[in-house]
């Protein structure tokens, strides 16, 4: 799993158009872009990304600390 979420950015990064720019040095002018793209990348990770493996309350549909 770990391997799939480092090579997602490098991949994307490989194949989106130079304006696109994910890996842009300090001091260029699409370093602004860069962190808005950033940032689209990493909330459609937290959404779409895998689900926790533990649920709060269990998991199994009972009432929160009763053991099961």
């Known amino acids: 799993m770990a ?14 158009p130079p304006r ?3 890996f842009v040095p300090p001091g260029d002018p699409h370093w602004e872009d860069a962190h808005v793209l950033w ?11 895998p689900e926790p493996r533990r649920r709060p309350g ?7 600390g009763c053991g099961q």
């Open 3 to 16: 391997g799939a979420v480092l090579m997602l950015p490098v991949t994307a990064g490989a194949f989106l």
């Open 20 to 22: 696109l720019a994910l």
């Open 39 to 49: 940032g689209g990348v990493l909330a459609a990770g937290a959404m779409y990304g």
């Open 58 to 64: 269990g998991g199994r549909g009972g009432r929160p």
